[in-house]
C-alpha cells in the first residue's frame, strides 16, 4: 500500500516509516528538514503541513498525522491546524483504508504546555469528525495518545537522572515507550485493524491511573 505519513525526519514519525518499508509498503514522507531514511521505497518532501502548498499525490491507502511541535507559539496552527490541511487534501477518496492521528496523553488530562495540550485534544476530537466522514469508503479513522516516549526531543529528562526518577515515578510501569512500540502500535490500528474506528488509543504505562488511594 501507499502510505503518506508526516514529520518522518526523527522520532515516532522516522519510527512509523521504517515499520512500513520493513512491512513492504510504499512510504512517501513530509517534514521541514531531510530525512536519512535511505529506501527504495521511501520518497521524502520538504513540506510545512501548515504554510506549504499542499501538491496532489494519487492513490494514498493510509495517511498518518504524526507532525507536529512543542511548546510553541505554532502549535495550534501545526498541530491542529497543519494537521487538518493535510487531512482534508488526502484523506477523503475512494480506496482510502485508515488515517491515524499521532496525538497525546495531554489530549485528554489537559497536563503538559497550554496550546501544546489544545492543539491534540482538538486533534482527538477532528479524528472523530474525520471518523464519521470516512465511513462511507469503509475506512477507519483513529489516534494513538501516547504518554513518554523516548525521543531525542526528551533527552533533557532522559539525561538527568533527578528528573527521570521523578517523572518515572508517574506510570505504574516505572517505565517510557519506545518509538518502535508506537510504530508497532500504528501498523496495527492501520493495517491490521478493520472494525474499530473514532477511537482514541492511551499508551502511556498507566500514568492516568496511577493515584494515591487515601481511606
Known amino acids: 500500500m501507499k502510505v503518506l505519513i508526516t514529520g518522518t525526519a526523527m522520532g515516532i514519525g522516522e ?24 529506501d527504495k521505497n521511501y520518497k521524502h518532501y520538504i513540506v510545512d503541513i501548515y504554510k506549504a502548498e499542499l501538491f496532489t499525490l494519487d492513490d494514498i491507502d493510509i495517511l498518518i498525522n504524526n507532525a507536529g511541535v512543542q511548546n510553541s507559539v505554532d502549535d495550534i496552527d501545526v498541530n491542529l491546524k497543519g494537521t487538518i490541511r493535510i487531512t482534508e487534501k488526502y484523506a477523503f477518496h475512494e ?20 496550546l501544546y495540550a489544545a492543539s491534540k485534544g482538538g486533534m482527538v476530537a477532528y479524528m472523530k469528525n474525520v471518523a464519521l466522514r470516512l465511513a462511507p469508503y469503509k475506512a477507519t479513522s483513529n489516534s494513538l495518545s ?41 501498523y496495527f490500528v492501520t493495517v491490521i485493524n478493520k472494525s474499530m474506528t473514532a477511537q482514541d488509543i492511551l499508551i502511556d504505562n498507566g500514568e492516568a491511573a496511577n493515584f494515591n488511594f487515601v481511606w
Not at 482510502?96 to 496523553?105: C, R
Not at 537522572?161 to 505504574?172: H, P, Q
Request: proline share 2%; glycine share 8%; charged share 25%.
Open 15 to 38: 519510527a512509523i516509516a521504517k515499520k512500513f518499508l520493513k512491512e513492504g509498503h510504499q512510504v512517501i514522507g513530509f517534514d521541514i528538514k531531510e530525512s536519512q531514511i535511505k
Open 95 to 114: 480506496g482510502i483504508k485508515s488515517v491515524l492521528f499521532i496525538a497525546s496523553s495531554s489530549a485528554s488530562s489537559g497536563a503538559e504546555f497550554p
Open 146 to 186: 501516547p504518554g513518554g516516549v523516548i525521543t531525542e526531543l526528551n533527552r533533557h529528562i532522559l539525561d538527568d537522572e533527578k528528573l527521570w526518577n521523578e517523572v518515572i515515578n508517574e506510570a505504574l510501569l516505572k517505565k517510557w515507550a519506545s518509538v518502535e512500540e508506537i510504530a508497532d502500535w500504528a
